[in-house]
């Protein structure tokens, strides 16, 4: 399956974003799909995640609560809702697919990446 982010951009504290996934050449749901970001000089860490259904979500810590995953199996697309934007939210952004059964929050266990979206939020 290829995987096409998209959405990021320049935005202020406290504002918001959303980050689309598009996904092409598979049945889309028959992925768990992932979240993950990397800022500057960081590594790649987990954000959210969601089963292939669409049923069940799991965030990191630092996105709870200011962060909405959620999919259209129609539309072969996964979403990224970012509210509350901080300035330690800049990173790019990657989503994921995963071919195992249920959602997961380790990076290993996804089978295809995006290229990645750049989120930017200024102070």
């Known amino acids: 399956v290829q995987l096409q982010a998209s959405g990021g951009g320049l935005v202020q504290a406290g504002g918001s974003l959303r980050l689309s996934c598009a996904a092409s050449?598979?049945?889309?749901?028959?992925?768990?799909m992932g979240w993950f970001r990397q800022a500057p000089g960081k590594e790649r860490e987990f954000v959210t995640t969601?089963?292939?259904?669409?049923?069940?979500?799991y965030y990191a810590d630092s996105v709870k609560g200011r962060f909405t995953i959620s999919r259209d199996n129609a539309k072969n697309t996964v979403y990224l809702q970012m509210n509350s934007l901080k300035p330690e939210d800049t990173a790019v952004y990657y989503c994921?697919?995963?071919?195992?059964?249920?959602?997961?929050?380790?990076?290993?266990?996804?089978?295809?990446w995006g290229q990645g979206t750049l989120v930017t939020v200024s102070s």
């Open positions: 994921a697919a995963r071919v195992g059964f249920g959602y997961s929050v380790y990076m290993k266990e996804y089978d295809y």
């Open positions: 050449g598979r049945t889309f749901s028959n992925y768990a």
């Open positions: 969601i089963s292939r259904g669409g049923g069940s979500t």
